[in-house]
């Protein structure tokens, strides 16, 4: 696959809160300058009132999703949706709840990113670029998850 393949990245706030997380848009903006990848979407359940759906329709290479502990599950169903109609996705949870629980990982998650996710992120973003896919040969190399 090549390098320079224009994929799809769609980040999803799955918890109906008045503020979208920030760290999504630090993530959003950090892919653009670094990789220059233009094709980001935040989905919010705020405004979207079917999650799973919205990111089924998108087609996204690589899905990642914010996690707190309330709500889990939420984010549980949506990620089991969203591999069952796209099993090529790779989907990456991340944001406090992975941190403090990595073990706590969807078994239809490919990774977890833990801390601060912008320089990890886009390190996955690369791997998958080169790959197509997140290889457990290459996602060891990766400090962060």
């Not at 941190?99 to 886009?122: D, I, W």
């Amino acid at each position: 696959m090549s390098k320079n393949k224009n994929i799809k990245i769609v980040l999803v706030d799955p918890y109906v809160g008045g503020v979208p997380s920030s760290g999504l848009a630090y993530i959003a903006s950090y892919l653009r300058r670094e990789l220059k990848i233009q094709d980001i979407k935040i989905l919010q359940k705020k405004f979207c009132a079917d999650i799973s759906r919205a990111v089924i329709e998108l087609k996204p290479d690589i899905v990642g999703y914010f996690t707190l502990t309330v709500g889990l599950s939420r984010v549980y169903k949506v990620i089991e949706e969203v591999s069952f109609a796209l099993p090529h996705t790779a989907q990456i949870m991340g944001g406090p709840h992975i941190t403090a629980m990595p073990k706590s990982l969807s078994l239809h998650a490919s990774v977890g990113v833990m801390g601060e996710g912008e320089e990890t992120m886009a390190k996955l973003v690369s791997i998958f670029q080169n790959y197509g896919a997140l290889p457990s040969s290459e996602l060891h190399k990766t400090e962060g998850i």
